[in-house]
């Protein structure tokens, strides 16, 4: 897995076990866990050592695939093993506690989000008038995968969609992807630009 990681002077390669992270204490910014909690033989022990190593209000990420969470899943659905394997992992509640006990808590994330809205009201002041919460982020995330040209079945396996479908919504939402689709579509003899619908439609529109 590390053979697989960019070299770049941005990112450090460490051999480390959970239990005993190479970083000193409160050093971290960020905790990232992605599917990692079933390969952890102490999970109590993994989550103070987390906490000893990130700086005070630091953040912990979990993305795993929990008990009871994903027989409508995708994935699942190809490679129904899965679940049975998956049904060994930690639960969600057991996750929270032993996090809990480590000094973390469920709801550090809307407090880290209000922080950062903040600082970045000072460079856009229009953000303080916006309501942004986790789940705009979620979408936004969605969003800017999509036209970073991520195919939408890997959008829809990340955000936990259990079926395609849902995902769907984000390409409804997208009127970059319209147009070109419709540019695709425009004939041959048609003169480029922009449709300008004359005044009265407008105004007819406008009074639906």
């Known amino acids: ?6 070299r770049r002077p ?6 480390g076990d959970a239990s005993t992270l190479p970083l ?3 050093s971290a910014d960020g905790a990232w866990l992605s599917l990692v909690l079933h390969h952890i033989p102490d999970l ?29 899943n995708e994935f699942v659905r190809w490679f129904p093993e899965t679940e049975r394997m998956v049904d060994t992992n930690p639960s969600v509640e ?12 469920r709801d550090a994330l809307e407090r ?8 970045a009201g000072r460079a856009c002041p229009s953000l303080r008038e916006k309501r942004i919460t986790l789940h705009v982020l979620r979408h936004t995330s969605a969003m800017r ?15 936990g969609h259990e079926q395609v479908e849902t995902t769907q919504i984000y390409l409804h939402a997208d009127l970059a ?8 579509t425009t004939p041959v003899n048609t003169s480029p630009g922009r449709y300008q619908p004359p005044d009265t439609l407008l105004a007819f529109l406008e009074a639906l």
């Open 145 to 159: 995968l999509l036209h970073a040209g991520v195919d939408i079945t890997v959008i829809a396996l990340w955000l």
């Open 10 to 15: 941005g990112i450090r390669v460490l051999a």
């Open 112 to 119: 880290r989000l209000a922080i950062y809205i903040l600082t």
């Open 24 to 26: 000193p204490d409160g």
């Open 44 to 72: 109590q022990a993994a989550a103070v050592e987390i906490r000893r190593v990130l700086r005070p209000g630091a953040p912990v990420l979990i993305r795993q695939g929990f008990p009871g969470r994903v027989e409508r």
């Open 1 to 6: 897995m590390r053979a697989h990681i960019p």
């Open 177 to 184: 992807l319209k147009e070109k689709a419709l540019a695709r």
């Open 94 to 105: 057991e996750t929270c506690r032993v996090f809990a006990a480590a000094g973390f808590s």
